[in-house]
């Protein structure tokens, strides 16, 4: 399985991807197939569009592996801005504004739903990733874009490093993502 990108698939990426059923066991063979696209990129975290499969599934592995099935986020609050990438948009980086806090809602993979609160730098990657289940990319909801190779990204993130802007106030959505 191969990493899409929106260069070349882009209406495939556009999307909406489906909710999983767990009627049938094919969301194990979708998940190790994430698992195994990142161990061979290096990615860190991967929606399952971005391998082909429009079914809505989160594969992270940051040390420890977690799979957010149906993820839903019912609240945020805070807001962070940092430059985000994305492996299926290569050469483009975005500063984007994200909630500090996320409460998602997810079920597991044995099929049991669970509500998590993610902060920081995870609820960052986990809305990024949580955005692609609907067609949406970094780009598109950027204050700003930069064309870069990985070298200008990491100048990039050394001028401008991740910042918390608030912890607590009420998510100020941007701009792009209202007029949507
Ligand atoms: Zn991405």
Redesign the pocket.
């Given at each position: 399985m191969e990493l899409k990108n929106i260069f070349e698939d882009s209406e495939f990426l556009r999307q909406k991807s489906k909710e999983v059923s767990f009627s049938s066991k094919a969301f194990k063979k979708d998940i190790v197939c994430l698992e195994e696209v990142c161990k061979h990129t290096g990615c860190k975290s991967l929606s399952a569009i971005?391998i082909g499969i429009p079914k809505k599934i989160i594969y992270i592995n940051n040390g420890e592996q977690k799979v957010l099935i149906n993820p839903e986020i019912v609240s945020q609050k805070g807001e962070t801005k940092s430059w985000e990438y994305?492996?299926?948009c290569l050469e483009f980086a975005g500063f984007v504004s994200r909630p500090y806090e996320i409460e998602v809602e997810y079920y597991d993979e044995k099929g049991n739903l669970q509500s998590d609160i993610f902060e920081g730098k995870e609820a960052s990657t986990i809305a990024?990733e949580i955005d692609?289940l609907n067609g949406t990319f970094?780009v598109d909801i950027a204050e700003r874009i930069a064309n870069v190779s990985m070298d200008k990204l990491k100048k990039l993130r050394t001028e401008e490093p991740y910042t918390v802007i608030s912890q607590n106030n009420r998510y100020r959505q941007a701009p792009s993502r209202i007029k949507k």
């Open positions: 971005q994305c492996p299926s990024h692609h970094h």
